[in-house]
């Protein structure tokens, strides 16, 4: 037998590859378009918002096309119902499954404003309101003494009386350099109703004075090195509580005012009270 034409051979060749291909392309649509649906939408790095309510707010519906969804607008959602959420990042795991990335602001300070206690971030957005100071116990809030409010609406960063806009606006910027530093999450109290005469307290240790809030980054730089420095056993200051100046030339000052207060030294001074020597005669 005479083998075939090359022509013949080429044709043949030609049309196995072709069916091929077109086999492969109507396999992967009919896949595409069947097996490619959400049917598991999970929730990642949320402390304070309720999964719930997130994906309540999100609104996937099991069985959706993984690509017919809208993050923007699955995003905004989220945020907008959930106070704690600043940030939202929707990424697809596998052809069926769907995560929800949250990035949340932490409970910070507390006031307490037309009979309920509203939690507020480091830099002022109202986070959530309780009834109860003890309902709101396990976000380990503190309390801050602030300028007139206007409103505080939920998610929302506070708006202040009329006449102290600019103080507010100014303050806000003061608590994000602080949120923004070494001092971020270490604020166990805050006064910042008087704008010369600016207060916080650190840890329940230090009371730092800023004063005015001129050239406050350079102060507040210089209060971090010299809490560094007191805090470091070496300088035996670690156990002082005390007050730390800060002032408009960027030097610091410490007035101890007495110990930290630690379980071996209360039981200690309990110890010394039931001694013989303090018993009385």
Known sequence: MKDSHPLLQNRIRYFLITAFFIVFTVVAVVFFLTQVRIQTVTVENRVYS??????????IKKGTH???????KIAEAIIAKNPYVTDVRIKRTSISSISIILTEDAPRFYIERGGKYVILSETLRVLAEYENLADCAHLSVYPIKLMPIESAELGKT???AEGYEENGKECI???????????SGTITYADVSVRFDLRFTYKDKYEILFGAPKNFAKKLD???ET?????NPE???SAAKGI??????????FDPTGAVETPESGENAENNENTPNNAEN
């Open 50 to 59: 309720g999964e719930a309510e997130v994906l309540d707010a999100a609104n």
């Open 66 to 72: 993984s690509y017919a969804i809208d993050k923007d």
């Open 158 to 160: 506070l708006v202040f």
């Open 173 to 183: 910027s003061l608590l994000s350099q602080i949120s923004d530093s070494e001092l």
């Open 222 to 224: 210089m209060v971090i």
């Open 227 to 231: 809490i560094e420095f007191l805090e």
């Open 235 to 237: 300088n035996n200051y």
């Open 244 to 253: 730390i100046r800060a002032s408009v030339n960027g030097e610091t000052t």
